[in-house]
């Protein structure tokens, strides 16, 4: 939360108490508990509550603040984040999907809401349910989220916005016309010169619809 954000709550807290009436306010152990008690309150409600757009430009994010976003059968999944070097955020995805899958398509995050061609190295490790694991690395135009090709169940992801090691690792759940995969997937821009300036957009395999949570970490 920022000074400004944190000196707004704490004003509109001490204006909902209803003020002491003796000669001392100051005083009064009961009036000093119900200010200290509505300023708690009100700065916590703040810090639990989502960063909302304002449908024009990107979201700040302080440290610990965070997004929480719905869509429903998308593709394309805008975060409207503003970020910059040296900034780390987590993402949880959770939803559901139509479960046909599309060749060729994994789940991934376009920074600055666009693809660089064949700037990102990405490794994989994934299983099929009750399968032995299978290992790939393989040259990206964007951070992969998922490898599957289907249809994304799940996904929690770190990011490091550090332009000389910008990085990208998540945990997914995903299915493939039926068959269901666990994977986890590590993607590096080898662009050392880019600027990470909006976290970008999510790209889906499939039509998908839930929540998006972004939170700011450091």
């Given at each position: 939360?920022?000074?400004?954000t ?46 909302a757009?304002?449908?024009t430009?990107?979201r700040?994010?302080?440290?610990g603040?965070?997004t929480?976003?719905?869509f ?11 970020c ?34 064949s ?47 910008k990085?990208?690792?998540?945990r ?14 590590e993607?590096?821009?080898d ?8 976290l ?16 700011r970490i450091?």
């Amino acid at each position: 939360m920022s000074a400004a954000t944190m000196w707004a709550a704490m004003q509109a807290a001490i204006a909902a108490v209803t003020p002491y009436q003796g000669n001392d306010p100051v005083a009064s152990a009961s009036y000093r508990a119900a200010v200290g008690q509505a300023m708690c309150t009100a700065i916590i409600s703040e810090q639990n509550s989502p960063v909302a757009w304002d449908g024009t430009n990107d979201r700040v994010l302080d440290v610990g603040q965070f997004t929480k976003d719905s869509f429903t059968s998308a593709t394309s999944m805008p975060l409207h984040i503003a970020c910059g070097d040296g900034q780390v955020y987590e993402i949880d995805m959770a939803g559901n999907f139509t479960p046909a899958a599309a060749a060729g398509i994994n789940c991934s995050l376009n920074t600055n809401n666009t693809t660089y061609a064949s700037a990102f190295t990405t490794a994989f490790i994934y299983a099929a349910l009750g399968s032995a694991a299978t290992s790939l690395v393989a040259t990206a135009n964007s951070f992969a989220l998922d490898n599957s090709n289907g249809g994304i169940y799940s996904v929690r992801a770190k990011l490091n916005t550090s332009t000389l090691t910008k990085q990208v690792t998540s945990r997914s759940r995903s299915a493939v016309t039926g068959t269901n995969y666990i994977m986890d997937t590590e993607t590096h821009w080898d662009d050392t010169t880019t600027v990470w300036l909006s976290l970008g957009t999510i790209i889906m395999p499939n039509a998908w619809t839930g929540q998006i949570v972004c939170r700011r970490i450091a």
